[in-house]
């Protein structure tokens, strides 16, 4: 505390005094308090961040990339996403699967779909599975993708 404001204080009457020694009380810390030590720069941060990201490595790591991921044999019921990997397992499912998802003009949602589940059906001996690839070939015709 400088000396102009000592004498400031001096001159005040007792209550501001005892207000402002509580004020400038206030803003020391007793050294019982104190929770981190004058010379901290932050080594357990740099040690929590070096940790986490070994967890986030060792989490992807065993994590099975997407060359490696396998298909089951016959798929499940109809999921987002999954119309595009039952022309890929075949399978008895899968080729009913894929005869019951197509739509009454013979395609499904896309060309590219149409295509793939027709190639499907084109290797299959089921005579729902030769109706069901007629009507693809003829979508396909229809649209211009053949």
């Known amino acids: 505390m400088t ?3 000592k004498d400031t204080l001096a001159g005040l009457d007792a209550g501001c005094r005892a207000a402002a020694e509580r004020l400038i009380a206030a803003r020391e810390i007793p050294a ?3 929770v981190l ?3 901290f720069r932050g080594e357990w941060l740099v040690a929590a961040s070096l940790a986490a990201a070994l967890g986030i490595a060792v989490l992807y790591a065993a994590r099975p990339s997407a060359d ?3 298909y089951p044999a016959a798929a499940p019921a109809v999921c987002p996403g ?3 990997l039952l022309a890929q397992t075949g399978g008895d499912d899968a080729i009913r699967e894929i005869i ?3 739509g009454a003009d013979g395609g499904w949602k896309t060309e590219f779909l149409t295509k793939r ?3 499907a059906l084109e290797g299959c001996g089921r005579r729902e599975a030769r109706v069901a690839y007629r009507k693809a070939m003829r979508y396909l ?3 211009g993708a053949l």
């Open 100 to 102: 019951r998802t197509q």
């Open 117 to 119: 589940n027709a190639a």
């Open 32 to 34: 019982s308090r104190r």
């Open 82 to 84: 999954n119309e595009y």
């Open 3 to 5: 000396e102009d404001l």
């Open 141 to 143: 015709r229809s649209r």
């Open 68 to 70: 490696h991921v396998s």
């Open 37 to 39: 030590s004058p010379g």
